[in-house]
């Protein structure tokens, strides 16, 4: 296992299983790490991330409606020397698992040289693509990877109606030709006014293909999707409410047996304070480390300009990738995402997942409201803001 | 490794279980919310026998070079089963 200090105890990431867990100081003691001489590290700072988005390419030819990087098929692209310097960046932070993105990853001819530089330096490489034109040979050479997750909004039609073309068969058959490789695989499903009702069939379909797991992604305003039409795509208000009990849902559907398992993003996180039985108990959320915005903490992206920003939508920071061990704890940018997590306004203030929310999605805030300020569309902040809450 | 380690489940503050691979957001398996409490308790009772049989390997740089070094004493003396 990969332990890091941390002053309430450690993160571990174990090896025989793939899990990332916080243990308290006893529980540190007890693998014999007594943090002797100061090794736990008080006063020494905010903590670097644990996971690290990692953009290495703006070009794609998918042209999907909604990118929230904008890519394109003549975008920019990063050098191997800047990755693997960024990589070197990452493992002396001690930052545990590094999500590849972009654009299209797979456009490169090097991503197996890179997962194989990650898992060097002690870092998990996972992996997201679209797995349009990705060739059965093309899929058995991302083998390094920990796990790829393949974008997939659902069968047909519905990922016509999020993506803005017609791509699920390519889709499916990348999902088939991963777990045919022997990969684990997940699926991508971005929740839309569209795509939600047939989360269901979606799920069902994606496990069906060989799919593990599925991560429902909230619709973002970025890049693309920056735009007034954002508005018509997004979650209406009722969906968002129904969140809760849609997971209760699925996971009494698709998850019974242990073999497939859904996760939600951060940013769909708020969305949760609907559900009276989730409140009543809010701890258990932390307990199975479901948490909101970690942007700027836990969590953080480097851009293929090679800048580091809280999240992969959020605006850059003056900070540089490859400086990330020495310059986390100090960039002004990323302090203030931290800041705000830890001291929000009402009415996150009084919300009683607050501590596992933290907030919500500051990127829909910023689109909608223009500040860096509550989630406009929890729930619960549409109930303060209304006068019922 | 250490025939005596013992990590209680309690001791375990957050679980986050999978890889996750979305490039874009972090993700957390929420499915494990919704199930019943016995399956709970074994989930957190297999991390925790996981813990205690894994060797141990220290990163990060926030404590400073020298509780680094401690830190990796640690984990030596951690290994050799004499915590």
């Known amino acids: 296992m990969i332990v890091r200090y941390e002053p309430w105890g450690a993160w571990v990431k174990l090896e025989s299983t793939a899990a990332v867990v916080a243990i308290d100081r006893d529980g540190a003691r007890a693998l014999g790490l007594d943090g002797s001489r100061g090794a736990w590290g008080e006063g020494a700072g905010p903590s670097a991330p644990i996971e690290v988005h990692l953009a290495v390419t703006e070009r794609c030819g998918a042209g999907c409606e909604g990118c929230y990087i904008d890519a394109r098929p003549d975008g920019r692209e990063k050098s191997s020397d800047a990755i693997l310097r960024e990589l070197d960046a990452l493992r002396d932070a001690g930052v545990f698992t590094v999500a590849f993105g972009g654009g299209e990853p797979t456009t490169r001819d090097d991503l197996d040289v890179l997962a194989a530089a990650a898992r060097e330096r002690g870092i998990t490489p996972v992996l997201t693509t679209s797995g349009l034109g990705l060739s059965e040979a093309r899929a058995a050479r991302l083998r390094g990877f920990a796990q790829v997750n393949v974008s997939y909004d659902g069968p047909g039609a519905t990922y016509a109606s999020v993506r803005g073309f017609d791509g699920a068969d390519a889709a499916e058959r990348a999902i088939e030709r991963l777990a045919f490789a022997g990969m684990r695989v997940g699926v991508n499903v971005v929740l839309t006014r569209a795509s939600f009702d047939r989360l269901g069939h979606t799920l069902a379909r994606a496990r069906s293909l060989g799919a593990c797991e599925a991560q429902l992604l909230r619709y973002k305003p970025a890049g693309r999707a920056a735009s007034l039409d954002y508005l018509a795509r997004r979650l209406s208000p009722e969906q968002a409410r129904a969140l809760g009990p849609t997971l209760r849902s699925l996971a009494e559907s698709h998850c019974a047996d242990g073999a497939f398992h859904v996760r939600i993003d951060c940013a769909l996180v708020p969305f949760l304070s609907a559900d009276d039985a989730i409140t009543r108990d809010p701890a258990r959320l932390a307990r199975f480390g479901i948490f909101g915005c970690e942007a700027g903490g836990a969590l953080t992206a480097v851009r293929t300009d090679g800048r580091v920003a809280p999240c992969s939508f959020a605006a850059p920071a003056e900070l540089r990738g490859e400086d990330l061990a020495t310059g986390h704890a100090d960039d002004g940018m990323l302090g203030r995402w931290r800041a705000y997590v830890a001291a929000p306004p009402e009415p996150c203030a009084s919300c009683a997942i607050r501590s596992a929310c933290k907030g919500g999605c500051k990127v829909v805030a910023a689109f909608v409201d223009g500040v860096h300020g509550p989630d406009p569309e929890c729930p619960r902040v549409l109930a303060h803001r209304s006068g019922a809450a | ?83």
């Open chain 2, 1 to 83: 490794m250490s025939e005596e380690r013992r990590i209680e489940p309690e001791q375990i503050l957050v679980a986050r279980v999978g890889h996750g691979a979305n490039c874009s957001s972090i993700g957390s398996v929420v499915d494990t919310l919704f199930v019943a409490a016995a399956v709970g308790t074994a989930v957190f009772a297999a991390l925790a026998a996981a813990l205690a049989t894994e060797d141990v390997r220290v990163v990060g740089e926030r404590a400073g070079d020298s509780a680094q070094e401690a830190a990796d004493a640690d984990a030596r003396r951690a290994r050799q089963g004499d915590p």
